[in-house]
């Protein structure tokens, strides 16, 4: 454990702002809507927008989806491959008390720490929107740092450093994901696709987003459901 981690949880655990208050933060880091359902409505917002900009939006908005999956399949799978890193809520080493700590984080004691698959994901996405509309995606990274990757620190989800290394990578993603070089190869082709076939894929689109939204917990829960039974 090291001490810049440590130390922020440590002061984030002695922070009790009252019963009404740490419902309120779990509620926050629980719920799709106050994740992927902020996030993800202003994509469609942006891919309807109409002015001489819009291929080219169009193009960013399909690379910032994919940087998204990208991004969060990327971090299950450094969950996975990586060392195994108790969560703050769980450790024993750092003998803290979370607020609420008897209720929060369900489900999350065998899941790996590092790297934060909320901030690869979801700053992945707010990268993209930063790119495409400048003063949005300010306004979306700052949303997604305070109200969803901050949330998680607080309750002991995850470390600062579980934190800051997701936020890194989904950044780092989402820039690659959407230079000129690499965007063109995949995103003008789909684009074209969905010109021609507007029906389908619309109805793909929309299975997309609410996966990327719920972040494919029940498709993940169904997957390992299946696995154990065979």
Known sequence: MNGF???????????????????????????YICKGLVLVPVLWWMWFQQDERREWRREMIVATLFSGLVALFVA???AHWL???????????LHLQFANQSTAG?????????????????????????????????????????????PRAYLG??????????????IAITLIMTC??????YAAPL???????????????????????TQFDEVRSLASAVFKHL
Do not use: K
Request: net charge neutral; charged share 15%.
């Open 180 to 185: 000129d070089v690499i965007r063109v190869r």
């Open 106 to 150: 369900v489900g999350l004691a065998n899941w790996s720490s590092f790297p934060s698959d909320h901030a690869m994901l979801w700053m992945a996405i707010a990268t993209g929107i930063f790119l495409v509309e400048r003063r949005i995606g300010v306004l979306a990274i700052l949303y997604t740092a305070l109200f969803i990757c901050l």
């Open 5 to 31: 981690d440590s130390s922020i949880e440590t002061y984030l655990s002695n922070l009790h702002f009252g019963h009404f208050s740490t419902q309120s933060i779990q509620a926050i880091a629980g719920l």
């Open 191 to 213: 684009l074209r696709w969905i010109d021609r076939y507007p029906s389908p894929s619309a109805m793909l689109g929309f299975i997309l987003c609410i996966q990327l939204v």
């Open 157 to 170: 989800f995850h470390y600062p450093t579980d934190l800051l290394v997701g936020t890194v990578l989904g």
């Open 83 to 93: 060392p195994f890193r108790v969560r703050p809520l769980y450790s024993t080493e």
């Open 76 to 78: 299950r799978l450094l």
